[in-house]
């Protein structure tokens, strides 16, 4: 138990997450590790490592709800939200997607990229690397010369509410597949309906759907 704490604390980028754990979670603090336990692989360097990096994953999507204020007020909402998390990423992270995921680049557009920071992170433990572009301008040029994995865009940018169709058509236009998500202020069934005809993989605003689209993209 101790060295299951020690192991987290040292993991977690952002201290403050993980004395809110210990504050608010109490008694389900054991739970919390329980579940957290079945990020483990068994194998050569797997079982410490996978530990290390859904730990991670896990505490940052857990920052990225709490910074959009997606968790409904109350001990038991705070503590089953971190459960999900943790579940969304056991159940995500395989050996195969942590293989791919060490070689993974996607392009995020968003003109606020800094809102996005706890998702990239929680990508980022798992060796994913990121290149952030504010405009579709920027986002077309960075595609003439380099390849994605997968392409993140919001919805509405400045001159163009409907930036994040405006690119993904002109990539559906140009013949590039590159699985596209749209993550934007809506998650309502008609919004993702409508990404999905235009070309794009689905459309969502919550973390831990962003990051089982994402996990479910480098799978293919």
Request: aromatic share 6%; proline share 4%; net charge neutral.
């Amino acid at each position: 138990m101790l060295h299951e704490l020690i192991s987290l604390i040292n993991v977690v980028i952002w201290p403050a997450i993980v004395l809110f754990f210990l504050c608010r979670f109490g008694t389900a603090i054991n739970r919390f590790l329980e579940n957290l336990s079945r990020l483990s692989i068994k194998g050569p360097g797997f079982e410490v490592e996978t530990f290390n990096k859904g730990a991670e994953s896990s505490a940052n999507l857990a920052a990225a709800l709490a910074s959009k204020g997606t968790i409904a007020k109350g001990e038991g909402n705070v503590e089953q939200s971190v459960l999900d998390d943790v579940n969304v990423v056991s159940q995500a992270v395989t050996p195969r997607v942590l293989r791919r995921a060490g070689d993974a680049v996607i392009l995020w557009v968003d003109d606020r990229p800094n809102g996005n920071r706890f998702e990239r992170q929680s990508m980022e433990a798992l060796g994913i690397r990121f290149v952030n572009v504010v405009s579709t301008d920027e986002a077309l040029e960075r595609l003439k010369n380099q390849s994605f994995d997968v392409i993140i865009s919001d919805m509405k940018r400045p001159g163009d509410d409907r930036a994040g169709y405006t690119l993904l058509d002109e990539l559906r236009r140009k013949g590039k597949d590159i699985p596209y998500i749209i993550y934007a202020s809506s998650n309502a069934a008609q919004h993702k309906e409508q990404a999905k005809q235009h070309g794009a993989l689905d459309a969502t605003n919550n973390p831990p759907e962003l990051f089982r689209l994402v996990m479910g993209a480098l799978k293919k």
